[in-house]
């Protein structure tokens, strides 16, 4: 008998260790691929820039002081970098809203689908995915289509009487956000989607059985069940938007820098590669922290609804 | 010198004209994208029997670290005037020697011995152009050659004007506007230049490349621009003026160039010598529609271009034109800085 169980026992730990060697290729590119090109960025960080671009291989935190504190050009004095507060500030907030925005127009969206029937609700599902055939860019020019000044909004606007000159929409943030939201809405609405569907309604109806109204049975059922598809796609959609880059470019007219800009910039005209490296790892510290403290604030308020 | 538009058909085009006749050599050209003559590239694989394949970039930024991290394959590169000095320097191309080529006598003398490379030993002239002002004098009829439009933008024109967002463009213009010398590093010039551009901003619409576009649409009523396209808005809209602003503007010049790792480094010889031929630089310009520096080739120019004053600097403006230079690298940090502050 024993000798029978230790045969299972040393097929079992072949058997794994069989899994880990065949899987270990496929491992290894995630990892290196994952880690190498960021231990590239984080390293050069450290670097001195090179008088026209590149890195030279010599030591120096000025960079990573450059991001947060910078020396006045005129009086030489050193202040917290209030241009790069800025610019980080108005990349921030522009998520936020962006996620917002998108979780208004997506939660009604995806109650309305997982609310149909199982035959049309494929089609629906269908027309969300839509958009993603098309790439980025050429949504982000047909918005710019429909909003310019010779857009269809203003020509129909103008024909009709309503307006006499046309409404300067294209290169406001107005525009930047009516860009985001329409890029980004399909984010939101498939993880939602996702959790809804798999709601049972049978307890939306006990609710009502219960004279619940219908707030209640939005805020009390139905939120706290699909809360997991809202934190998906909130993170699905916070995070390309922070650091967004054709959208605001196109949409709002480049006037004022989201932080890809000032990224890019760094690495191009602005030759200071360590400087970009820098600014590149500081928003991805930002990233990591917000969702975090987003997943540990969601974890802590699912225990207190069960 | 933005020439973003990939010329990727263009290439592709080339490709299948070419793979037919069998040829005796090739040449790998890296150039701004939209930029070059497919008729000239034909003529002159037709005449020496070489297959050329063209890859686009889109700034001098790009080419150069490409070129720098070496193994492109490429044998040419065109980069603009303030660059040249760095290929030089960091020892990315080679001397081919341009100044005792056959065709050297036909460019014009004002390029046959200039600042960014003395003597042509590395470069032979591609394309000029300056940068000014284009107005719609539709919607502005005041006068307009100043610097002024941008930087102190008259009623009519508030909210409708663009900049063009190249940093040392837009840095150069603002150091001429207040009266300064360019790559100064004169603070209180800087300072004044500083806050002349942070005081212009709120008139400004948007910061955007795609003028040619934009212009034609009537999103824009003035911008800063290139003349080639300002002279393409002018075709499309005859409303649309070039003008070259009496503060003084901005000259530059693209240059062809072999780099030191090129392989058919006979054919890019080849390649220099015969873009110096008035009939063949003229072929470029009809196409990229920007000057050249070939004596001979207005015989050979398409006729919108020949008088056009997008391409003909007038003579009394002549005086104002300045060929724009490479700033020290300290003197770019600051001009970061002044731009990140411009566009926080």
Redesign the interface.
Known sequence: MASAEEVAKEAERRDIRMRWLLSAPALLVIFFAATGPLLIVLVYSFLTPGPYGDVRWQFSPEAWIAVFMERDIFDDTLSLAAAHVTIFWRSIKLAIITTIATLALGFPTAYFMATRSEKTRDLWLFLITIPFWTNLLIRTFAVLQIIRNEGLINTVLLKLGIISAPIQILFTDTAILVGMAYVYLPLMVLPIYASMEKLDFRLVEAGYDLYATRFQVLRRIIFPLVKPGVIAGSILVFIPALGAYVTPSVLGGGKNMMLSNLIELQFGQGRNWPLGSALSIAVMVIVMVALLAYVRNAGRSEVRHG | MNRKTTAAAIGLALLASTSLARADGELNIYNWGNYTSPDVIKKFEQKYNVKVTITDYD?N??A??KV?QGGTGFDIAVPSQTYVP?WIQ?GLIQETDPGKMENFKNVAPEWANPEFDPGRKYTVPWALGTVGVVVNTDAYKGPSDSWGIIFNTPDELK?KV?VV????DVIFAAIKYVGGQQCTTD?AV??KVRDTLVAA?PD?????YNTIEKMG???FKATSDWNGSALRQRLANPAIHYFYPKEGFGLWSDNVVVLKEAKNVENAKLFQNFIMDPENAAGLSAFHRYANAITGSDKYMPADMKDAQEVVIPEADKAHAELQLMCP?DV???Y??????L??
Do not use: F, H, V
């Open positions: 700034s930024d790009t150069l670290a720098r760095i960091e909210g663009n967002p190249e940093m040392n603070k800087l300072k901003k400004w619409i948007a910061m955007e649409a009537g999103d690298p770019q940090e600051l970061t800085k002044i731009w990140t502050e566009q926080k």
